[in-house]
Nanobody, 125 residues
C-alpha cells in the first residue's frame, strides 16, 4: 500500500488549497479513506472520511461547511478541498486508508491500516 499526498503549501487566511492523495497497491474502490491532521505541538486530529463509493462523507465540526472530501475511483485518488482557511488549520495533513468499506464514526482512526507521509499546510498572512 502506498499513499502519496500533495497540494500542501502556504495559504492566506480565507484562502483555499486542494490536497490530493494518490493511492496504489490495493483495490482503491473497496475501502473508505480519511484525512487527519497534526498541528504543531498537538496530537493527531481526525478531519474527514469518505466511504468507498463516495456516498457517505463525514467531517469534524471545525471544518464542516469549509472542507469537502471527494474521491475519483477511476484515478485512485482522494481529495480534500479546503476553503475559508484559518490559521488554526495549520498542520501536517495525512491521508489514510480504512480497513472497511464505510467510514464508521464510532471506530474513527482505529479503522486505519495505512498512512501517507503527510503534506504541510500553513495558513498565515
Amino acid at each position: 500500500v502506498q499513499l502519496v499526498e500533495s497540494g500542501g503549501g502556504l495559504a492566506q487566511p480565507g484562502g483555499s488549497l486542494r490536497l490530493s492523495c494518490a493511492a496504489s497497491g490495493f483495490t482503491f474502490d473497496s475501502y473508505a479513506m480519511t484525512w487527519a491532521r497534526q498541528a504543531p505541538g498537538k496530537g493527531l486530529e481526525w478531519v474527514s472520511g469518505i466511504d468507498s463509493d463516495g456516498s457517505g462523507k463525514h467531517y469534524t465540526d471545525s471544518v464542516k461547511l469549509r472542507f469537502t472530501i471527494s474521491r475519483d475511483n477511476a484515478k485512485n485518488t482522494v481529495y480534500l478541498q479546503m476553503n475559508s482557511l484559518k490559521p488554526e488549520d495549520t498542520a501536517v495533513y495525512y491521508c489514510a486508508k480504512s480497513r472497511f468499506s464505510r467510514w464508521v464514526m464510532t471506530i474513527g482512526l482505529n479503522a486505519v491500516d495505512a498512512w501517507g507521509q503527510g503534506t504541510l499546510v500553513t495558513v498565515s498572512s
